[in-house]
């Protein structure tokens, strides 16, 4: 299982934050970041831990190994408030997330 | 442009059934595996369905196992869910996504169609 933290982080334009994702046991080498805004569907951000998906912008940034993994958003911008939810690459057969941190103003 | 249009969804009373559809475009559909994700109000994401790139392999999640099933039509570049036995806790928007050809993710969504299960 997957745990996200925090659940809800409130914050700043301008600010650097870090949102965590951890597991209790290594379930994975891997994961993914998603980002939704209300409404909306998810959008991937980030694979393979630390690989920016094409078109998006160099603020967003992943790393981690093992049971824990960030996704740090350097400078935040207006567009980023959302709810963002990491997903392991954990087995072929099931997919899961984590329960979602949603940063708002 | 890689496109993902759901359709199909409704209300629909417990015990009921729903097909939901997903039309792809945009993209070599035969060479990409397909999934439903679906997200119940105010709650996060679930994956609900998988189906491989030849509908040779299909998963599920237990919740759903036995009473929906997941299926491909290549020719017509569309995937469906067909939903049976409906539940109260089936509601939720039902997202179309794309498995990444590089990794264990979803590169493209749709943007969901909303199945409310309710007498």
């Known amino acids: 299982r997957m745990t996200q933290s925090p659940s809800t982080l409130s914050a700043s334009v301008g600010d650097r934050i870090t949102i965590t994702c951890r597991a209790s046991q290594r379930v994975t080498s891997l994961l993914a970041w998603y980002q939704q805004k209300p409404g909306k569907a998810p959008k991937l951000l980030i694979y393979k831990t630390s690989s920016l998906q094409s078109g998006v912008s160099s603020r967003f940034s992943g790393s981690g190994s093992g049971t824990e993994f960030t996704l740090t958003i350097s400078s935040l911008q207006p567009e980023d408030f959302a709810t963002y939810y990491c997903q392991p690459y954990n087995t072929y057969s099931a997919w899961t997330f984590g329960q979602g941190t949603k940063v708002e103003i | 442009e890689v496109q993902l249009v759901e359709s199909g969804g409704g209300l629909v009373q417990p015990g009921g059934s729903l097909r939901l559809s997903c039309a792809a475009s945009?993209?070599?559909?035969?060479?990409?595996?397909m999934n439903w994700v679906r997200q119940a109000p105010e709650k996060g994401l679930e994956w609900v369905s998988h189906?491989?790139?030849?509908?040779?392999?299909?998963f599920h999640t237990d919740s759903v196992q036995g009473r929906f099933t997941i299926f491909r039509d290549n020719a017509k570049n569309s995937v469906y869910l067909q939903m049976t036995s409906l539940r109260d806790e089936d509601t939720a928007v039902y997202y179309c996504?794309?498995?990444?050809?590089?990794?264990?993710?979803?590169?493209?969504w749709g943007q969901g169609t909303q199945v409310t299960v309710s007498s």
């Open positions: 945009g993209f070599t559909f035969n060479s990409y595996n």
């Open positions: 996504a794309r498995d990444s050809s590089v990794a264990a993710d979803f590169d493209y």
């Open positions: 189906i491989s790139s030849s509908g040779n392999t299909v």
